[in-house]
């Protein structure tokens, strides 16, 4: 599957963004999903994560709260909004995807080498 995300940009502190993850090539439905970000020097982190049901959702303690993590199987798209964003939200952030070991359950992943087909990130940027 192919990822695109987008819906980044310059944002004042306190304000919301929305990202969104195009997926092509398969359906998204079959696969857990999930929001990292990155800044330079530090290791990749897990904002949010969802099962491929989705029925199971996975918030980064930084972020609970004020983000949502969404899924839309019928538009192939994952999202996330942000609200109350801080300037510590500052970050590039990407959308993963992963095929489940099992569905025979609902699990979520947070680790990113879980993770096998990335888009290309976004860049959020707050200012203070």
């Known amino acids: 599957v192919q990822l695109q995300a987008f819906g980044g940009g310059l944002v004042q502190a306190g304000g919301s963004l929305r990202l969104s993850c195009v997926a092509s090539?398969?359906?998204?439905?079959?696969?857990?999903m999930g929001w990292f970000r990155q800044v330079p020097g530090k290791e990749r982190e897990v904002v949010a994560a969802v099962s491929w049901s989705g029925n199971s959702i996975y918030y980064g303690d930084s972020v609970k709260g004020r983000f949502t993590i969404s899924r839309d199987n019928a538009k192939n798209t994952l999202n996330l909004r942000m609200n109350n964003l801080k300037s510590e939200d500052t970050a590039i952030y990407y959308c993963?995807?992963?095929?489940?070991?099992?569905?025979?359950?609902?699990?979520?992943?947070?680790?990113?080498?879980?993770?096998?087909?990335w888009g290309q990130g976004t860049l959020v940027t707050v200012s203070s």
């Open positions: 993963a995807a992963t095929e489940p070991t099992t569905y025979a359950g609902s699990t979520y992943y947070t680790r990113y080498y879980e993770y096998d087909s």
């Open positions: 090539g398969r359906t998204i439905s079959s696969y857990a």
